[in-house]
């Protein structure tokens, strides 16, 4: 049984200028213990994607179609005593900085504190113990000092362990991570990646990892999806979209990925372009203004998705010209 499974899911942000259809038509399904990544440059709706499974989406913002079930429970149009037991419960998330993401004016333990008597029965003391065992779990030096600090005392990856422990402290079944490596060093960057990747094995539990670093992908994930714009460009295991991309988004992504056994003097090969405007898209594949290989129709259609095998699915023209793939049955 799924965890959670996302359908046809929808959210637009309604501006003074139009409807920005951020997420735009997705599914996918996480599974017991799996790593799901989603990978995209900024702008192809990964974030709104987490912030609409946790319903914390912001004025003027709003899930207008689809459903979201975790554990084949309705979580949109649920009551909102039924979101909060679950989000920072059953399912919790990493934010993408956590020097704003943590108060200033609270030490860290008070704040751990808090996630852990919101969602369960213990007391004022054994959230304090379980704060400090939380700390130590992730790594964390002196944990018995730590809670005590304020945020500003930690450097950027100790926050960024807090963040971790915060969300851990109550055992989820998910953890979204939202780019939980962005702003920090690349050492730091692969501490926290190990410790995610060590706990995950340790507790069992799924973890839904966005990113635009392939990188983190590749070592990470059993699954990728591939979003572009809104919509899912392509999906598969990971071993499929490194070693046979079929949509020309995931091919220049991984184009542009720095490889140190090529030559020195060998260029980087960038996407043209820039990103597509959500306020003003394309008729037909909302990638086709930068693509090398668009062809007529592709900026008059919307391309199906296609099965390439069992387990790879890719929305290109492309692969339908070349009679690649198998059209997807409603």
């Known amino acids: ?14 501006t003074g200028s139009g409807e920005v259809k951020a997420v735009n038509d997705i599914s996918f399904n996480l599974e017991p ?3 799901l990544g989603i990978v995209g440059e900024s702008g192809s709706g990964k974030s709104v994607t987490a912030y609409s499974i946790l319903q914390i989406l912001t004025h003027p913002g709003r899930i207008v179609g689809g459903s979201i079930r975790f554990k084949g429970e309705e979580l949109v149009g649920a009551d909102e005593k039924v979101i909060e037991s679950i989000r920072g419960n059953k399912i919790s998330i990493i934010f993408q900085d956590p020097m704003t993401s943590l108060n200033p004016v609270y030490t860290v333990g008070n704040q751990l504190r808090e996630a852990i008597r919101r969602h369960t029965s213990r007391n004022r ?17 002196e944990p018995a000092r730590r809670v005590k600090q304020y945020p500003h005392e930690l450097s950027g990856g100790m ?20 780019e939980p490596t962005t702003a920090l060093d690349v050492t730091i960057q692969a501490q926290i990646l190990e410790l995610m990747s060590d706990l995950q094995k340790k507790l069992g539990m799924a973890i ?54 090529k030559d020195d003097k060998e260029r980087l090969v960038p996407i043209a372009g820039s990103p597509v405007d959500v306020l003003a898209m394309p008729t037909g594949c909302a990638f086709s203004p930068r693509c090398d290989a668009a062809m007529k129709v592709c900026l008059t259609q919307q391309p199906e998705e296609l099965w390439i095998n069992d387990e790879h699915l890719a929305s290109c023209w492309v692969n339908i010209r070349d009679g690649v793939g198998e059209e997807v049955q409603a």
Do not use: W
């Open 125 to 141: 003391e054994e959230s304090h113990a379980r704060a400090i065992e939380m700390l130590e779990l992730v790594g964390i030096n």
């Open 33 to 35: 213990g799996k790593v």
């Open 159 to 178: 926050r960024q362990r807090v963040m971790i422990a915060m969300a851990l402290a109550c055992e989820p079944d998910i953890l979204i991570a939202d």
């Open 1 to 14: 049984m799924n965890l959670l499974e996302v359908k046809n899911l929808r959210t637009s942000f309604f």
């Open 208 to 261: 839904l990892l966005i990113t635009h670093d392939l990188g983190v992908v590749a070592g990470m994930c059993d699954e990728v999806i591939v979003m572009y714009a809104g919509r899912v460009a392509e999906r598969g295991t990971a071993d499929q979209i490194f070693y046979n991309p079929c949509h020309e988004y995931t091919k220049g992504l991984i184009r542009s990925i720095p490889n140190i056994a």
